[in-house]
């Protein structure tokens, strides 16, 4: 059974304290369902911004680290491209685009960027003069 990024921040966390923490007694600090947390660990669903940020305040995981497993368990952050030094993959492209075509954001993460569209007003191949 493979588990997300996700769930082993989780379960590094239960496994770190003193007095055992079961799923049921996590899920009701966050307030969700014991179902929701295998969900999670299965990556069946995903936590919203919400559930994340409760995730935080109650296990006191930083937040970056629980947003970048989560990022990682939706594919778009590679496993090398979320570790090492924070610096610009060498033979990169033009400044913040990689040689693959993705964008690095300021902590230094590989993301896809969106297609980028014209906006409603402006005819494809026209000239705005």
Do not use: C
């Not at 059974?1 to 996700?6: A, D, P």
């Not at 014991?34 to 990556?43: E, I, P, V, Y």
């Not at 409760?54 to 590679?78: F, N, S």
């Amino acid at each position: 059974m493979s588990t997300t990024h996700l769930w082993a921040l989780i379960q590094e966390w239960l496994d770190a304290q003193f007095f055992r923490v079961s799923q049921a007694q996590l899920a009701d600090k966050l307030g969700v369902r014991r179902s929701t947390l295998s969900q999670w660990k299965l990556g069946q669903t995903r936590p919203t911004p919400a559930n994340l940020r409760e995730l935080h305040r109650v296990t006191r995981i930083d937040y970056d680290r629980l947003l970048d497993a989560l990022v990682r368990d939706m594919g778009y952050l590679d496993e090398e491209e979320g570790e090492g030094d924070g610096n610009p993959a060498p033979n990169s492209g033009a400044e913040g685009t990689s040689a693959t075509g993705r964008v690095k954001t300021a902590r230094g993460r590989a993301v896809r960027p969106r297609a980028r569209q014209e906006p409603p007003h402006a005819q494809p191949g026209s000239d705005p003069a």
